[in-house]
């Protein structure tokens, strides 16, 4: 696949996904302020369960997502066909069960559980069945390579539910965000099922469904262990600290949850491509192009957005959301931690492409378990939500470095140390620090009226984009993607 094709699909779908976020952040935003700091807690609480629920493939969609394009890519699409039926028949199984251990979990809890509760968990679990349905469409469009029905799909769904939201909480509270999630769910899986050309079928095969399951469940392991990555906070704060604290961090979430999708969403295009080059190859040099320009790109892209975004996020908190003010911070502190975990994002992709699995499990599970760790320690050592993000970040860096670490080790650049790659990732990361930490001193952050606060935040702006100008320079001049994709926008380059 040619460059230009490349950076077009992640054009598409990266804006899909930005529109789908920035909507997500703006309802974030207007919902926390109907609800306020404590039913914000409490919709974030439940949001825990959709979220975890969409492993409810055990793997067998992982498996998908690698079997097939690697058949593909070797044509054998009849067989591919068969792993497909085999695996939708297995995972609709799968999330169905999840449906109904839920109801029945409602009708048991009846003299335990309060009203809301006994009826969310009922409608969450069709939530879930509907949020499985597209990932499976997305797994066809994928493998095909065709990646505009999925960014239109997730564009009509984020704006849906954004309308819905807004006009369902204002009279139904939670649950009317529950109903606008389940309408704009439906309406995506339709969308899906309207624009693909294959038509999954109920087949099951034991076989083909066990082999789906050992191939995928090395990757499910190590993407359920970054989902408890950026999860064991929240749950710590369940556990242990009032629910209005879970309103404050659930905003910090939100902020960074759309942060972490500049570069997984580039991830998503470039990674069949893995698949297919070594499924032809076998070779993993013959990775290192697809590798290493897009990493060298973010290592300059994401320092530089992280940073705008920890220069400005005080000042919509501030001046619509007071009553969240106190999650500030902690804001902040998961901005850095979003840094590390975008950077290592295509090189967790591509150790799962040439089966270095091992050191994603182990040391995500080590990883985990440290941030368990660490944020009740700093809880209990008085830090509330603010030590519950610098545990939840310290534990990001150590887990991106890592991942970067084995990946300069299988695939070295010529003359160069793995540890010099791994400096000179992080280089540009040190110098945009160093450009906010100056701003903040020459020109500190101040309580002020909304319009002193924008003019502030202007001038900061300006400055920042002055200071950081030789980055795109110097990113300009090792790959050419500015002039690139400037050729693509404006149509003067179409192949």
């Known amino acids: 696949m040619s460059v230009v094709k490349t950076l077009k699909d992640w054009g598409g779908y990266a804006s899909s996904q930005y529109v789908a976020r920035f909507a997500a952040i703006i309802r974030g935003f207007i919902v926390a302020r109907l609800l306020g700091p404590e039913a914000y807690g409490g919709w974030t609480a439940l949001l ?5 629920g969409g492993f409810a493939h055990l793997g067998i969609l992982n498996g998908m997502e690698r079997e097939v394009p690697f058949l593909l890519g070797k044509g054998e699409e009849e067989k591919a066909k068969q792993f497909r039926n085999a695996g939708y028949t297995a995972i609709i199984g799968t999330t169905t069960l999840i449906f109904l251990i839920l109801c029945l979990i409602s009708f048991l809890g009846r003299g335990s559980y309060d009203t809301l509760t006994r009826v969310a968990l009922p409608l969450i679990g069709a939530a879930l069945v509907l949020q499985i349905q597209t990932f499976l469409y997305n797994q066809v469009f994928m493998a095909d390579q065709n990646f505009t029905p999925i960014s239109q799909s997730w564009t009509i769904q ?29 309406t995506a899986v339709l969308f899906l099922r309207s624009r693909a050309t294959f038509r999954f079928r109920v087949r099951w095969d034991g076989a083909l469904v066990w082999q789906l399951f050992k191939r995928g469940v090395p990757v499910f392991a190590y993407l359920w262990l970054g989902f408890l990555l950026r999860q064991v906070d ?32 580039a991830s998503f295009v470039l990674f069949p491509q893995l698949l297919r080059k070594f499924g032809k190859t076998g070779e993993i040099g013959a990775l290192a192009r697809t590798l290493k320009e897009p990493t060298f790109a973010f290592s300059i892209f994401v320092p530089v957005l992280l940073a705008l975004v920890y220069l400005w996020i005080h000042i919509p908190v501030v001046h619509f959301l007071p009553k969240f003010a106190p999650g500030i911070d902690a804001m902040r502190i998961l901005v850095l931690g979003t840094l590390f975990l975008s950077i290592s994002s295509l090189p967790s992709y591509f150790l799962i492409t040439v089966n270095r699995t091992k050191v994603l499990l182990i040391g995500g599970g080590l990883i985990v378990a440290l941030e368990a760790a660490l944020n009740v320690a700093l809880v209990n050592a008085g830090l509330g939500i603010r030590g519950v993000a610098l545990g939840a970040a310290i534990c990001q860096f150590l887990y991106g470095t890592i991942l970067l670490t084995y990946t300069f080790r299988l695939i070295p650049d010529e003359g160069e140390s793995t540890l010099r790659s791994v400096l000179r990732t992080y280089a540009p990361s040190l110098y945009v620090a160093a450009v906010v930490a100056a701003l903040f001193v020459f020109i500190p952050v101040t309580a002020g009226t909304l319009r002193e606060d924008l003019v502030r935040g202007m001038i900061h702006g300006l400055l920042f984009v002055i200071a950081t ?27």
């Open 48 to 52: 825990q369960i959709y979220d975890q």
């Open 158 to 186: 984020s704006l849906l539910n954004f309308a819905l939201s807004i006009a369902l909480v204002y009279r139904m509270g939670i649950y009317g965000l529950i109903v606008a999630l389940i309408v704009s769910n439906l």
């Open 234 to 265: 929240k749950l710590v704060i369940i556990a242990m600290l009032p629910r209005i604290e879970l309103g404050y961090y659930g905003i910090a979430g939100t902020v960074a949850g759309m942060l972490v999708y500049i570069t997984s969403s």
């Open 469 to 495: 100008a030789p980055l795109w320079i110097h990113l300009q001049r090792k790959t050419g993607v500015l002039s690139l994709a400037w050729s693509i926008v404006t149509g003067r380059r179409k192949h």
